[in-house]
C-alpha cells in the first residue's frame, strides 16, 4: 500500500548537525525545521534546562508580556523581543511564588489563572494569582478548586476564557475524577455501558472509570462549576472559534495501535453535553456509537498539547481561521481547516511546521504583533521559545472568521435546554430525535434526558417514526426504571429492519444493547424472543453491524453464534476486524463444534503473529485465556497441540490460508489496463480483501479501520490519479512524504539507525524501526549521535502485491480510488 501521501518534488537529503542540540546549548534550530511557504519561524530564546526547566505551558499577561511554566518547576515571565531580536537569560524574570508545575496559564480579570499538576503549594488545582498593591508583582496565591491527586499527566490541564468574557472553562484529563458540581450539561447517569466484558493488555489505568476526561464551565471566583462534556482521553488544550464554538485535539492510547479499539488523536467538536465514548482498555466505544459523538478529524499517531485558533494573526484569511494543534511526540504543528457541515463540521489538515525533534507544548497567537509563538519542552527535553509571522505575498486577512450554519444555530436552541427542566423542552426537542444530522440528534437526546423521565417515558413507547424510537430508547434505557424493560424491547421488536439504513440498524442494536446492560440481564423468554428477531440478520452488510450483531448475538447465548462468528471472522481482512469477532467469541459458551473449535484456536495461533501496540500481545494472550476458561476438559485434551502451537513467520499473516508468489509486478505491467480496467466490473469486497491480503491494514487507516504508522488513505482516492496510486504501492521509495519518512540517525561510533521519532524523555530519543510493528522501537541517547538525515528509503517495504493477481490489483485500486464506497460504478 502507499507508504505516503504524494508530495509534488522529491525531498532533498538534510544532513542535520545536532552538537548543538546534543550538548543542551539550544533548542532546535530554525534551519532545520520544515516551515510552510510564505512563513518565518524565529527561535527567540533556548532555555537553559538546568536552570529553567522545560516549559510547557504559556499566556500573555495585560502588558503584552509572556508567561511560561516549567513542567516541575516555576513560573516566568518575559516581553517579546522585536523583530529580528532573541532573548538572553536575563530578560527571563522569574515569579517567585510557591506556585508553577502548570500545565494552564491564563490572565483574565486581572488575575492569573494557573492550572497546576503536580505537587506545589496545595497540588491539583485551579489556582488564581493576583497583585494586590499594584506593583507589577504577584503577591497573593488562592486555591480556587482541588482536583483530585491522582497522579500521572493525565490531570488537570488547560484554563481558556470562555466566549462570554465572563467565564472560565477547565480542560481536564482521564485520570482525574470529576469534580464537585453545581450544574452539569451531561446527564449524570454515565456508566461504562459494556455489553460484554472488555478485554485488557497491559491494563494501564485499569481502575479508571467513565466518564473520562472532561470540561467544565466555572465563574471567575471558581465557586460555580458545571460539568460541559465528557468521554476523552486525555485532551491536553482547548479553543473557542469566533462563534464561541469549542474544540479539542484529544490523545491516543498508543498501546492500543492495531487493535478495534483503538482510537487515533482526533480533532473534537466539544458541543453541549458531549460524550466521547472513552473507557479504558479494550472497553473504548466505536465511534459510531450514536450514544456518543464523533471526531471531526482523525489525526493519527501522536501527543497532542497545546492548541489555539488563528485569528488575530497577522496571516492569510486560511491561516487566520486555522485551529492549530500540537503534537509533541512527532513534532508537528498541524494546521486544520474547517468546514461547516450541517450542525458541525468537517476538517481537513496539513504540516504548518515540523521538526526532529520539536516537542511542541503550547502556542498562541499575540494581539499585539499578530505574531503566532509557541514552546518546545516537556519530560525535562529541551525547550525553546519561537515566533512565527507571514512574510508572503497573500494578502493578510480581514479577521472575519467563518460564518455559522443554520443547523448550528438549531443545535445550540437545543442546548439551551441541557441539564434544566424547561416545560418546553419536550416540544421543542422531540421533533429532532430523528433528525438526519447526528449531532441535532444528540442535542435532543440530551435536551430530553434533561427532563423528568415520568414526563416522556410512555411518548418513548409509542413513538412512530422509527429513528426517533432508537433515540428515544436509548434515552429510556439509560434513565427509565427496569420494570419498563418487557415494553422498551417490544417497542425495538416492531421497528422495520429492512426498511432502516445500515447506520440505523447499528443504531438499533446498540439500543438493544443499552436496554439489557443499564436495565438487567433477559429471562430465557426474552433471550429467545430476542435471538429470533435479530439472528436471521448477521452475516450484514458492514464490519461496524456484523461487530455488534455477533457480540448482541453472544450475549444472548445464540444457537448460530458460533458458526456465524467463526465464518466472520476466517473472510475478515483485517486484524482489527477479526479481533472484534474474536473479542465476542470467546465469551461463547454455547453452539460450538470441534471444526468450530479448531478454527477459532487456529486464529489465536495467526494473532500471535500480529503486530501492534505494546499491549497488543497481552490482549490477545488474555482473550485467548477467557476462550479456554469456556472450553471443556475433554475440549482442552483434543485441542492440545492447536492450542499450543506459535506462529510460523515473523510476517503477519491475516488470512487463515498462506498466499503464494503471483509475479513481482511492475507499474508498466498495467499500462494497458490502468484507465480502462477500472471503468466497471471491479469487486469492492474482493478489493477490501486484497487490502488486507497485501498487509495494508497493517500500517494504514482505511474508513477508520486498520494501523495508524501509515497515513490514513480513506480520501487518497479524491485526491491521486490511479496511475500516482499504483505507483505509490509497488514503488514505495519513489516518492516519500515528509509527513512519514523516515530518517537516519547516525551515532558517533559509526552506527546508524533508521526510523520515526516516536517519544523523547530527557535526553532520550524512542525511535519505531519497524512499521508493521508499532512497538518495535529502540532508545538513541542524543548526546551519542552524530547527525541525522532524511532516508531515501520508505519504511513501506517493498513486493507487497506480489501474491496478488491482477485483477486483485486492480480491485485494490479500485477499492482505493472509491473511498470506501461500494456503489461507485468502478463496481457496477
Request: charged letters at 25%.
Given at each position: 500500500m502507499p507508504r505516503s501521501f504524494l508530495k509534488s518534488a522529491l525531498a532533498s537529503f538534510v544532513i542535520v548537525s545536532l552538537i548543538g542540540v546534543v550538548q543542551g546549548q539550544e533548542a532546535t534550530p530554525v534551519a532545520e525545521l520544515k516551515v510552510k511557504e510564505g512563513f518565518k519561524v524565529e527561535l527567540l530564546y533556548s532555555v537553559p534546562k538546568e536552570e529553567q526547566g522545560s516549559w510547557v505551558s504559556m499566556c500573555y499577561d495585560n502588558r503584552g508580556r509572556l508567561i511560561t511554566s516549567d513542567q516541575y518547576g516555576t513560573l516566568y515571565r518575559m516581553n517579546p523581543p522585536k523583530p529580528g531580536e532573541t532573548l538572553s537569560q536575563g530578560d527571563i524574570e522569574k515569579i517567585d511564588l510557591d506556585i508553577g508545575e502548570a500545565q494552564g496559564l491564563l490572565f483574565a480579570f486581572d488575575s492569573l489563572y494557573v492550572v497546576v499538576n503536580g505537587k506545589v503549594n496545595q497540588g491539583r488545582g485551579l489556582y488564581r494569582l493576583k497583585d494586590t498593591n499594584g506593583d507589577?508583582?504577584?503577591?497573593?496565591?488562592?486555591?480556587?478548586?482541588?482536583?483530585?491527586?491522582?497522579?500521572?499527566?493525565?490531570?488537570?490541564?488547560?484554563?481558556?476564557?470562555?466566549?462570554?468574557?465572563?467565564?472560565?472553562?477547565?480542560?481536564?484529563?482521564?485520570?482525574?475524577?470529576?469534580?464537585?458540581?453545581?450544574?452539569?450539561?451531561?446527564?449524570?447517569?454515565?456508566?461504562?455501558?459494556?455489553?460484554?466484558?472488555?478485554?485488557?493488555?497491559?491494563?494501564?489505568?485499569?481502575?479508571?472509570?467513565?466518564?473520562?476526561?472532561?470540561?467544565?464551565?466555572?465563574?471567575?471566583?471558581?465557586?460555580?462549576?458545571?460539568?460541559?462534556?465528557?468521554?476523552?482521553?486525555?485532551?491536553?488544550?482547548?479553543?473557542?472559534?469566533?462563534?464561541?464554538?469549542?474544540?479539542?485535539?484529544?490523545?491516543?492510547?498508543?498501546?492500543?495501535?492495531?487493535?478495534?479499539?483503538?482510537?487515533?488523536?482526533?480533532?473534537?467538536?466539544?458541543?453541549?453535553?458531549?460524550?466521547?465514548?472513552?473507557?479504558?482498555?479494550?472497553?473504548?466505544?466505536?465511534a459510531y456509537y450514536p450514544d456518543s459523538l464523533p471526531a471531526v478529524l482523525d489525526i493519527g499517531p501522536g501527543s497532542p498539547t497545546g492548541v489555539g485558533f488563528g485569528f488575530g494573526a497577522k496571516f492569510p484569511k486560511k491561516y487566520q481561521d486555522a485551529f492549530y494543534a500540537c503534537d509533541w511526540s512527532y513534532g508537528k504543528l498541524y494546521a486544520v481547516h474547517l468546514k461547516p457541515r450541517g450542525a458541525s463540521y468537517t476538517a481537513e489538515f496539513e504540516e504548518f511546521i515540523t521538526g526532529r525533534p520539536l516537542p511542541l507544548t503550547d502556542i498562541l497567537i499575540h494581539p499585539n504583533d499578530g505574531a503566532m509563538y509557541f514552546t518546545v519542552g516537556g519530560r525535562r527535553v529541551q525547550s525553546g521559545l519561537y515566533r512565527v509571522t507571514y512574510v508572503g505575498d497573500e494578502k493578510q486577512g480581514e479577521n472575519l472568521g467563518l460564518p455559522a450554519s443554520k443547523l448550528a444555530d438549531v443545535r445550540k436552541s437545543l442546548e439551551a435546554f441541557h441539564g434544566k427542566k424547561e416545560p418546553q423542552a419536550l416540544a421543542r426537542a422531540w421533533p429532532f430525535l430523528g433528525d438526519p444530522d447526528r449531532f441535532l440528534r444528540f442535542a435532543a437526546r440530551i435536551a430530553v434526558e434533561s427532563q423528568p423521565v415520568v414526563t416522556w417515558q410512555k411518548r418513548v413507547l409509542t413513538e412512530k417514526d422509527p429513528a426517533a424510537a432508537i433515540n428515544g430508547a436509548i434515552a429510556l434505557a439509560r434513565h427509565g426504571d427496569p420494570s419498563l424493560q418487557v415494553k422498551l424491547l417490544a417497542r425495538l421488536h416492531q421497528i422495520d429492519w429492512k426498511a432502516l439504513s445500515e447506520k440505523r440498524r447499528v443504531d438499533l442494536v446498540r439500543a438493544y444493547s443499552l436496554v439489557f446492560i443499564r436495565m438487567g440481564a433477559p429471562d430465557d423468554k426474552i433471550r429467545q424472543g430476542t435471538t429470533a428477531r435479530l439472528d436471521a440478520f448477521l452475516p450484514a452488510n458492514s464490519p461496524e453491524l456484523n461487530s455488534e450483531l455477533l457480540q448482541l448475538l453472544v450475549y444472548l447465548q445464540a444457537p448460530n453464534a458460533a458458526a456465524k462468528g467463526i465464518a466472520l471472522l476466517k473472510a475478515a481482512p483485517s486484524q482489527e476486524e477479526q479481533m472484534a469477532y474474536a473479542k465476542s467469541l470467546r465469551h461463547l459458551k454455547t453452539g460450538w463444534v470441534r471444526p468450530l473449535r479448531e478454527d477459532f484456536f487456529k486464529w489465536f495461533t495467526l494473532a500471535a503473529g500480529y503486530k501492534g501496540g505494546a499491549s497488543f500481545g497481552l490482549f490477545v494472550a488474555n482473550m485467548k485465556k477467557d476462550a479456554l476458561a469456556n472450553l471443556p476438559e475433554e475440549e482442552k485434551v483434543a485441542l492440545k497441540a492447536l492450542i499450543a502451537a506459535k506462529p510460523d513467520s515473523k510476517t503477519p499473516q491475516f488470512t487463515f490460508e498462506a498466499r503464494s508468489f503471483v509475479k513481482a509486478w511492475k507499474v508498466s505491467d498495467f499500462d494497458d489496463v490502468i484507465n480502462v480496467g477500472l471503468e466497471s466490473g471491479r469487486s469492492f469486497s474482493n478489493g477490501r480483501q486484497m487490502f488486507g491480503a497485501g498487509t495494508c491494514f497493517a500500517c494504514h487507516r482505511f474508513k477508520q479501520e486498520g494501523g495508524a504508522i501509515g497515513p490514513d488513505l480513506t480520501s487518497a482516492g479524491g485526491k491521486f490519479s490511479p496511475r500516482d496510486l499504483l505507483e505509490s504501492i509497488i514503488e514505495p521509495s519513489k516518492v516519500i512524504s515528509d509527513q512519514y519518512g523516515a530518517t537516519v540517525f547516525t551515532k558517533k561510533d559509526g552506527s546508524s539507525i533508521v526510523g520515526r521519532i516516536m517519544n523523547l524523555n530527557g535526553d532520550k530519543i524512542q525511535v519505531n524501526v519497524n512499521m508493521i510493528d508499532p512497538s518495535d522501537t529502540v532508545s538513541i541517547d542524543r548526546k551519542d549521535l552524530q547527525g541525522q538525515k532524511e532516508s531515501e528509503v520508505s519504511m513501506m517495504p517493498p513486493g507487497l502485491t506480489y501474491s496478488l493477481s491482477k485483477d486483485d490489483v486492480l480491485d485494490l485500486l479500485a477499492y482505493l480510488l472509491s473511498q470506501g464506497n461500494p456503489d461507485d460504478p468502478m463496481f457496477k
Amino acid at each position: 500500500m502507499p507508504r505516503s501521501f504524494l508530495k509534488s518534488a522529491l525531498a532533498s537529503f538534510v544532513i542535520v548537525s545536532l552538537i548543538g542540540v546534543v550538548q543542551g546549548q539550544e533548542a532546535t534550530p530554525v534551519a532545520e525545521l520544515k516551515v510552510k511557504e510564505g512563513f518565518k519561524v524565529e527561535l527567540l530564546y533556548s532555555v537553559p534546562k538546568e536552570e529553567q526547566g522545560s516549559w510547557v505551558s504559556m499566556c500573555y499577561d495585560n502588558r503584552g508580556r509572556l508567561i511560561t511554566s516549567d513542567q516541575y518547576g516555576t513560573l516566568y515571565r518575559m516581553n517579546p523581543p522585536k523583530p529580528g531580536e532573541t532573548l538572553s537569560q536575563g530578560d527571563i524574570e522569574k515569579i517567585d511564588l510557591d506556585i508553577g508545575e502548570a500545565q494552564g496559564l491564563l490572565f483574565a480579570f486581572d488575575s492569573l489563572y494557573v492550572v497546576v499538576n503536580g505537587k506545589v503549594n496545595q497540588g491539583r488545582g485551579l489556582y488564581r494569582l493576583k497583585d494586590t498593591n499594584g506593583d507589577d508583582q504577584f503577591d497573593q496565591v488562592k486555591l480556587l478548586r482541588k482536583f483530585a491527586d491522582a497522579g500521572g499527566e493525565h490531570g488537570p490541564h488547560a484554563v481558556l476564557l470562555g466566549p462570554d468574557g465572563a467565564s472560565l472553562y477547565v480542560v481536564i484529563g482521564d485520570q482525574t475524577p470529576v469534580t464537585d458540581l453545581n450544574a452539569s450539561r451531561v446527564p449524570q447517569v454515565w456508566d461504562e455501558d459494556q455489553l460484554l466484558p472488555r478485554p485488557y493488555g497491559k491494563g494501564f489505568m485499569k481502575n479508571t472509570k467513565a466518564p473520562g476526561g472532561w470540561i467544565a464551565k466555572t465563574d471567575p471566583d471558581g465557586e460555580n462549576w458545571e460539568l460541559i462534556a465528557t468521554g476523552f482521553r486525555n485532551q491536553y488544550d482547548a479553543a473557542f472559534d469566533r462563534n464561541g464554538e469549542l474544540f479539542t485535539y484529544d490523545a491516543d492510547m498508543e498501546w492500543d495501535m492495531n487493535t478495534p479499539w483503538y482510537r487515533p488523536t482526533r480533532i473534537n467538536h466539544v458541543t453541549s453535553g458531549a460524550e466521547f465514548g472513552w473507557r479504558n482498555g479494550g472497553g473504548k466505544w466505536p465511534a459510531y456509537y450514536p450514544d456518543s459523538l464523533p471526531a471531526v478529524l482523525d489525526i493519527g499517531p501522536g501527543s497532542p498539547t497545546g492548541v489555539g485558533f488563528g485569528f488575530g494573526a497577522k496571516f492569510p484569511k486560511k491561516y487566520q481561521d486555522a485551529f492549530y494543534a500540537c503534537d509533541w511526540s512527532y513534532g508537528k504543528l498541524y494546521a486544520v481547516h474547517l468546514k461547516p457541515r450541517g450542525a458541525s463540521y468537517t476538517a481537513e489538515f496539513e504540516e504548518f511546521i515540523t521538526g526532529r525533534p520539536l516537542p511542541l507544548t503550547d502556542i498562541l497567537i499575540h494581539p499585539n504583533d499578530g505574531a503566532m509563538y509557541f514552546t518546545v519542552g516537556g519530560r525535562r527535553v529541551q525547550s525553546g521559545l519561537y515566533r512565527v509571522t507571514y512574510v508572503g505575498d497573500e494578502k493578510q486577512g480581514e479577521n472575519l472568521g467563518l460564518p455559522a450554519s443554520k443547523l448550528a444555530d438549531v443545535r445550540k436552541s437545543l442546548e439551551a435546554f441541557h441539564g434544566k427542566k424547561e416545560p418546553q423542552a419536550l416540544a421543542r426537542a422531540w421533533p429532532f430525535l430523528g433528525d438526519p444530522d447526528r449531532f441535532l440528534r444528540f442535542a435532543a437526546r440530551i435536551a430530553v434526558e434533561s427532563q423528568p423521565v415520568v414526563t416522556w417515558q410512555k411518548r418513548v413507547l409509542t413513538e412512530k417514526d422509527p429513528a426517533a424510537a432508537i433515540n428515544g430508547a436509548i434515552a429510556l434505557a439509560r434513565h427509565g426504571d427496569p420494570s419498563l424493560q418487557v415494553k422498551l424491547l417490544a417497542r425495538l421488536h416492531q421497528i422495520d429492519w429492512k426498511a432502516l439504513s445500515e447506520k440505523r440498524r447499528v443504531d438499533l442494536v446498540r439500543a438493544y444493547s443499552l436496554v439489557f446492560i443499564r436495565m438487567g440481564a433477559p429471562d430465557d423468554k426474552i433471550r429467545q424472543g430476542t435471538t429470533a428477531r435479530l439472528d436471521a440478520f448477521l452475516p450484514a452488510n458492514s464490519p461496524e453491524l456484523n461487530s455488534e450483531l455477533l457480540q448482541l448475538l453472544v450475549y444472548l447465548q445464540a444457537p448460530n453464534a458460533a458458526a456465524k462468528g467463526i465464518a466472520l471472522l476466517k473472510a475478515a481482512p483485517s486484524q482489527e476486524e477479526q479481533m472484534a469477532y474474536a473479542k465476542s467469541l470467546r465469551h461463547l459458551k454455547t453452539g460450538w463444534v470441534r471444526p468450530l473449535r479448531e478454527d477459532f484456536f487456529k486464529w489465536f495461533t495467526l494473532a500471535a503473529g500480529y503486530k501492534g501496540g505494546a499491549s497488543f500481545g497481552l490482549f490477545v494472550a488474555n482473550m485467548k485465556k477467557d476462550a479456554l476458561a469456556n472450553l471443556p476438559e475433554e475440549e482442552k485434551v483434543a485441542l492440545k497441540a492447536l492450542i499450543a502451537a506459535k506462529p510460523d513467520s515473523k510476517t503477519p499473516q491475516f488470512t487463515f490460508e498462506a498466499r503464494s508468489f503471483v509475479k513481482a509486478w511492475k507499474v508498466s505491467d498495467f499500462d494497458d489496463v490502468i484507465n480502462v480496467g477500472l471503468e466497471s466490473g471491479r469487486s469492492f469486497s474482493n478489493g477490501r480483501q486484497m487490502f488486507g491480503a497485501g498487509t495494508c491494514f497493517a500500517c494504514h487507516r482505511f474508513k477508520q479501520e486498520g494501523g495508524a504508522i501509515g497515513p490514513d488513505l480513506t480520501s487518497a482516492g479524491g485526491k491521486f490519479s490511479p496511475r500516482d496510486l499504483l505507483e505509490s504501492i509497488i514503488e514505495p521509495s519513489k516518492v516519500i512524504s515528509d509527513q512519514y519518512g523516515a530518517t537516519v540517525f547516525t551515532k558517533k561510533d559509526g552506527s546508524s539507525i533508521v526510523g520515526r521519532i516516536m517519544n523523547l524523555n530527557g535526553d532520550k530519543i524512542q525511535v519505531n524501526v519497524n512499521m508493521i510493528d508499532p512497538s518495535d522501537t529502540v532508545s538513541i541517547d542524543r548526546k551519542d549521535l552524530q547527525g541525522q538525515k532524511e532516508s531515501e528509503v520508505s519504511m513501506m517495504p517493498p513486493g507487497l502485491t506480489y501474491s496478488l493477481s491482477k485483477d486483485d490489483v486492480l480491485d485494490l485500486l479500485a477499492y482505493l480510488l472509491s473511498q470506501g464506497n461500494p456503489d461507485d460504478p468502478m463496481f457496477k
